[in-house]
């Protein structure tokens, strides 16, 4: 991906000249100073966006003075985003199962909870809809937690832009305004069983992150025999 980041082969290729990193740490730092050189020279921090809560231990061991933030969504409207987006490995929907959605959020709320007890003075966790609904309040904690000022984040910031080899229509609401009807599209789109279904797996965690329950536990039984049977495909 190193092309998603305007680095190309040559530029790595010139930068490990002199002597090429005996471990991984100096690598990947390798990496980050070319892209920091090259784009923001004067910035203080780096930042990536990936998934890799479960290897925080070893994040930890790498970076000790690497901070973390963990940004949760309900794993209802989660579900609800991956049943819509297509990949485009398989041109399929990333999860049609509630089943599958639940358990797996459920782990990444497991996740979650130990990074945040390993570590508690360098996590951080942010609620999408409470970033959705005041924004402004949750950038200004987030820049508070990593030891920045408002003025420092707004003067070195660059607009977000899609790599093209992902296509024209992911993402087509980067740059626009926060859309707060998303937080709850969920409850309108998915079927009532999919929201016992997902709710039934996952209530604990949901409860605990403070999302409330919408599904009555005993008004869909009758439903639940039917569909069970119409999905029992995908389960896992």
Same mark, same amino acid.
């Given at each position: 991906?190193?092309?998603?980041?305007?680095?190309?082969?040559?530029?790595?290729?010139?930068?490990?000249?002199?002597?090429?990193?005996?471990?991984?740490?100096?690598?990947?730092?390798?990496?980050?100073?070319?892209?920091?050189?090259?784009?923001?020279?004067?910035?203080?921090?780096?930042?990536?966006?990936?998934?890799?809560?479960?290897?925080?231990?070893?994040?930890?061991?790498?970076?000790?003075?690497?901070?973390?933030?963990?940004?949760?969504?309900? $794993?209802?409207? #989660?579900?609800?985003?991956?049943? /819509?987006?297509?990949?485009?490995?398989? +041109?399929?929907?990333?999860? %049609? =199962?509630?089943?599958?959605?639940?358990?797996?959020?459920?782990?990444?709320?497991?996740?979650?909870?130990?990074?945040?007890?390993?570590?508690?003075?360098?996590?951080?966790?942010?609620?999408?809809?409470?970033?959705?609904?005041?924004?402004?309040?949750?950038?200004?904690?987030?820049?508070?937690?990593?030891?920045?000022?408002?003025?420092?984040?707004?003067?070195?910031?660059? $607009?977000?832009? #899609?790599?093209?080899?992902?296509? /024209?229509?992911?993402?087509?609401?980067? +740059?626009?305004?926060?859309? %707060? =009807?998303?937080?709850?599209?969920?409850?309108?789109?998915?079927?009532?069983?999919?929201?016992?279904?997902?709710?039934?797996?996952?209530?604990?965690?949901?409860?605990?992150?403070?999302?409330?329950?919408?599904?009555?536990?005993?008004?869909?039984?009758?439903?639940?025999?039917?569909?069970?049977?119409?999905?029992?495909?995908?389960?896992?």
């Amino acid at each position: 991906k190193f092309s998603d980041w305007g680095i190309d082969e040559a530029e790595i290729i010139e930068a490990i000249r002199g002597g090429f990193p005996i471990d991984v740490r100096g690598f990947i730092l390798l990496l980050c100073e070319i892209y920091k050189k090259k784009f923001f020279p004067e910035s203080q921090l780096f930042g990536i966006k990936k998934n890799y809560i479960s290897h925080y231990r070893l994040l930890n061991e790498i970076f000790p003075e690497s901070r973390f933030i963990t940004i949760i969504r309900d $794993g209802r409207a #989660v579900f609800n985003s991956k049943k /819509k987006s297509i990949y485009s490995v398989t +041109g399929r929907p990333f999860e %049609t =199962s509630p089943i599958r959605a639940a358990r797996a959020w459920v782990e990444e709320m497991k996740w979650t909870a130990k990074i945040m007890n390993y570590i508690p003075s360098l996590s951080f966790k942010i609620r999408y809809e409470d970033l959705v609904e005041e924004p402004e309040g949750c950038t200004r904690k987030t820049l508070s937690f990593l030891g920045l000022e408002d003025s420092e984040f707004c003067s070195s910031a660059r $607009g977000y832009y #899609v790599p093209g080899r992902y296509g /024209k229509d992911l993402h087509k609401n980067v +740059g626009d305004k926060p859309l %707060t =009807s998303r937080s709850t599209a969920w409850s309108e789109t998915l079927s009532n069983e999919e929201i016992y279904m997902f709710e039934r797996i996952a209530a604990d965690s949901l409860l605990t992150e403070g999302y409330d329950l919408v599904c009555p536990s005993d008004k869909l039984l009758m439903k639940l025999k039917f569909y069970f049977k119409s999905i029992s495909h995908i389960l896992p």
